[in-house]
């Protein structure tokens, strides 16, 4: 066994399918589980026919770069799940995995004759963890749901955007890509008690309450402040002032002070270049200023921060001891960022048919035991190896399934 | 049975925005014990960040703290903290110099930028890591600024991967009995979901930019905010058979109650939200938009509900705290607050068949944990403890 990775040695068989299982598995991948996806041509995951780049074509199901982001590092089993002699392979595997994961729909599962309940007789101290957007139990457990639910139900679309407009919702996900980070680390604290205690254990991830999570403050504000908590633009509890100005260019820069040294650094900052100094409030009054008299703060900041190059403001506020970054696009951090470079935050990788392209190393570094990142399957390149080399099946036995198109 | 880390101790020194990785080891049956400047200011955020731990003051400024928090470290599993890189250095208490004290301690850091680097000593925060990360740019209308998620949302999602990576690290130490650092960038977490943006960049240099109350997908930019009569609900038309049977109930309901609708002859099943017309869909919008306004929270709630139509509705904070379903799973939980009586909260992160471990039901006021902490972890008498009180050490 290797002792470069923190997970290895620990065998995962993964039914997940789109993002929330899906990154689950590739963390646990990442950083050295032996992860078998399970998967079949005949529903394939969306992410394998999703047509989001133009590189991307309608017949392979191995184009996908999107697919291939999110399943790195495993192995893939193509298996017809409907098939008679399905459980020939799925039986071993069982006995093999210490860690189940999925994320279909509650009830789904069980259909298969795979929930916990029912693995359990036969295998008391597996660890299986079920992702979902409302969780295995209570009335809505079976309602339909997207990342964007999540946002919904739990506060969070309600709480974002500017009082006087529609709230809005970011171009990118949240609860889908936050859950399995918990899920993930539910798995590995269950896997190390299992260790001392022999007991299994099933973890039962809902991204809609982890959400809830996320708006504690809220929650408590809502109970015990006068004005109910409301969406408030980029003003926050956490900072004595904030804004996002704008730059030269069409570009913006988020500037956030947090004490009252900030404060006059930041007034000494404009103030050199534009306003009287008597124009501005004393920090302990920041508070107290209304919506409109913050309001013309920020214009007199915009009125200093519009001419100037973001980057290079980026740097003299950072010289002055105030928080200050640049609103990056995709094009900037890409291209940009020496920070995430120097964090190795892309590995390239020569995928067979997309060619080489970067693939997001997971964002936490661990000082021993780094991540690992590795190619993506092809759909079902692993059957052989799955079905002999881990489950220790007869060639004859193998063959036979396959000319029985067990493997489709 | 206990938690699934029960007998496991952690320090946690991180301010708020690294507070949830120790709120969520706690909710897993950790003992954490919640370091805080003595007279730090309390607010709902700090309450928060003190959900399930003990509370003790030590005061790092002072020299006599330094021999206390190496004893408590002596005596723990992990440390959380949020210090600025080179911070805990200038004190001698670098990883490299704790990990002498104790060979098994797993020293999770979250910074706005990492440890090391050119951005390393970047002051940062929510806004200006979402910023940096590339999130922020995604969020707002086109023609307005950019606008922050609600509260600190990388932050916590930060938490949630320095989470991963102690328990990751905690599975390693049981094999080698060797603990680590781990270093949790929240510039760099903001980043990481930026997947779709990356991929589309990459290969077509296209870059998924914000779209206000609408989202893009791929090529279209869908409506997905829309508002009712007394809130706002999330709506979208989806592709294909996936998205048929929801369109068409949106449909028929739009008919029965005669509301204008252009889309009362549309085939969902080959309906392709990609390849529908920007005019074509303006005009949908319109009429979508004009129905929902004239529906209230309510019968969003039940008759959409009941006719399928798949839109769900923006709770408010009051609405979550009420939500049947978090209150069937037992998921809201009255706490006690100090000098606030009790709160409905969010209780668990991860729901366990096994383990029976719950959070204790109160929060405790700033070093309420003081006297139990330094006596039975480092056998200090009264009156040193009270000396120590004087001194401001604690």
């Known amino acids: ?408 | 049975m206990p938690g699934l880390l029960s007998g496991l101790r952690v320090l946690d020194m991180s301010d708020y925005t690294g507070a949830t990785t120790g709120s969520f080891l706690a909710s897993l049956g950790a003992e954490v014990i919640r370091i805080e400047r003595p007279g730090s200011a309390s607010n709902h955020q700090t309450l928060i960040a003190r959900r399930g731990k003990k509370s003790i003051t030590l005061n790092l400024d002072d020299r006599n703290a330094i021999a206390l928090f190496k004893g408590l470290i002596k005596k723990s599993d992990f440390l959380i903290e949020t210090f600025r890189p080179g911070f805990l250095k200038s004190k001698g208490l670098s990883y490299e110099e704790l990990s002498t004290i104790n060979p098994q301690l797993i020293h999770v850091s979250i910074t706005p930028f990492g440890q090391t680097g050119p951005y390393s000593q970047f002051l940062g925060g929510e806004l200006v890591a979402s910023a940096m990360g590339g999130t922020l740019a995604t969020c707002g209308y086109p023609d307005d600024t950019p606008v922050l998620e609600a509260l600190d949302a990388c932050s916590f999602h930060a938490c949630s991967a320095a989470a991963m990576g102690a328990m990751f690290a905690h599975r390693d130490r049981g094999l080698t009995g060797l603990g680590q650092h781990i270093d949790c960038s929240i510039q760099e977490v903001a980043a990481s979901r930026n997947t779709n943006n990356l991929l589309s960049y990459q290969f077509d240099k296209r870059k998924l930019e914000r779209a206000g109350n609408k989202v893009r997908f791929g090529v279209a930019t869908v409506r997905v905010v829309w508002e009712l009569a007394d809130g706002y609900c999330f709506h979208s038309l989806m592709t294909g058979k996936f998205g048929a049977p929801a369109n068409s109930a949106l449909s028929r309901w739009m008919t029965e109650e005669g509301y204008e609708n252009p889309m009362a002859d549309v085939n969902w099943d080959t309906y392709d939200r990609s390849a529908l017309p920007a005019d074509t869909r303006l005009i949908w919008e319109t009429a979508i938009a004009a129905f929902f306004k004239s529906k209230t929270k309510a019968q969003i709630r039940n008759e959409g509900h009941q006719r399928g139509i798949r839109a769900t509705v923006a709770n408010d904070p009051t609405d979550v705290m009420n939500d049947d379903h978090l209150n069937a799973r037992d998921f809201i939980r009255s706490v006690e607050m100090p000098n606030a009586g009790a709160i409905q909260l969010p209780d668990y992160f991860v729901r366990l068949s096994n383990s029976d471990f719950r959070n204790p039901a109160n929060i405790p006021s700033l070093g309420k944990d003081n006297t139990e902490v330094f006596s039975q972890l480092l056998d200090i008498g009264a009156s040193e403890l009270a000396n120590l009180h004087a001194k401001g050490v604690i």
Not at chain 1, 103 to 130: A, C, R, W
Not at chain 1, 216 to 226: G, K, L, N, R, T
């Open chain 1, 1 to 408: 066994m290797s002792n470069s990775t923190p997970l290895a040695g620990v065998k995962v068989l993964d039914f997940s399918w789109a993002l929330v299982g899906s990154l689950t598995t590739k963390l646990l991948a990442d950083f050295g589980a032996e992860v078998v996806k399970v998967e079949s041509a005949l529903r394939p995951c969306l992410s394998r026919i999703d047509k989001q780049v133009s590189v991307s074509s309608r017949e392979s199901l191995d184009d996908k770069p999107w697919f291939s982001h999110f399943n790195s590092s495993k192995l893939s089993l193509q298996l017809n799940m409907k098939h008679p002699r399905v459980r020939e392979v799925i039986n071993p595997l069982l006995d093999w995995a210490d860690v189940v994961v999925e994320n279909f729909s509650p009830g789904t599962m069980e259909k298969l004759g795979l929930d916990y309940p029912t693995i359990k007789t036969q295998h008391p101290d597996i660890i299986m963890v079920s992702g979902s957007v409302f969780g295995q139990t209570g009335p809505y457990a079976k309602n339909w749901g997207v990342d964007g639910t999540g946002a919904a139900l739990a506060g969070r679309m309600y709480m974002t955007g500017w009082p006087d407009r529609d709230p809005v919702t970011p171009s990118v996900p949240y609860g889908d890509v936050v859950l399995p980070y918990f899920m993930a680390s539910a798995v590995a604290a269950a896997i190390e008690h299992k260790r001392t205690t022999g007991q299994g254990e099933y973890i039962d991830a809902s991204m809609y309450e982890v959400c809830v999570q996320q708006m504690s403050e809220a929650i408590i504000e809502s109970q015990v402040s006068h004005a109910p908590p409301f969406r408030q633009g980029n003003r926050s509890r956490s900072a004595l002032y904030q804004g996002v100005f704008p730059c030269r260019d069409d570009q913006w820069i988020a500037i956030s002070i947090f004490n009252e040294m900030q404060w006059q650094a930041l007034v000494n900052c404009v103030a050199k270049a534009h306003a009287e100094q008597s124009a501005w409030p004393a920090a302990e009054n920041l508070d107290e200023l209304t919506p409109p008299m913050l309001d013309e703060l920020d214009a007199l900041v915009s009125e200093w921060t519009g001419s100037q190059e973001r980057y290079a403001l980026m740097e003299l506020l950072q010289t002055n001891h105030i928080a200050a970054g640049v609103v990056q696009d995709i094009a900037d951090t890409f291209e940009n960022d020496p920070q995430l470079q120097h964090r190795d935050y892309l590995k390239t990788l020569d995928h067979p048919l997309l060619g080489e392209f970067g693939h997001q190393t997971p964002p936490v570094k661990l000082s021993r035991t780094p991540a690992d990142v590795k190619l993506a399957p092809n759909m079902g390149q692993h059957c052989a190896y799955v079905c002999k080399q881990i489950i220790g099946m007869t060639d004859d036995v193998y063959e036979s399934l396959r000319d029985e198109n067990l493997f489709v």
